[in-house]
């Protein structure tokens, strides 16, 4: 979605009002855009998974014992499928 808002791509009036606010950006600005962006996100579902960690009933197994891992460790979602590696 954020490439596709920095490249132009869409045409509904709420990602117009974005391409038109990042089109004047460097592409080194746009690249920027997108990593904190990425960051941002990483951010919200690191904190996310923290809280559910702390809530262990509300996992649904004792065998997910520590979420942020699945997700940012070692062989997690992140290293395996992300298209923005965390560096």
């Known amino acids: 979605m954020c490439e596709g808002i920095l490249e132009g791509r869409f045409d509904s009036p709420g ?6 606010l990042f089109a004047g950006l460097t592409d080194e ?3 920027d855009v997108q990593r904190l962006v990425a ?5 919200g579902i690191n904190d996310f998974l923290h809280a559910l960690q702390r809530e262990t009933d ?3 197994s004792k ?3 520590n979420p942020t891992n699945l997700y940012f460790g070692s ?3 992140v290293e395996r499928f992300s298209k ?3 560096s």
């Open 39 to 43: 960051y941002c996100i990483d951010g």
């Open 63 to 65: 065998a997910v014992s």
């Open 75 to 77: 062989g997690g979602w």
């Open 58 to 60: 509300v996992l649904p």
């Open 15 to 20: 990602h117009r009002e974005y391409q038109t």
């Open 84 to 86: 923005y590696p965390r």
């Open 29 to 31: 600005a746009k690249r």
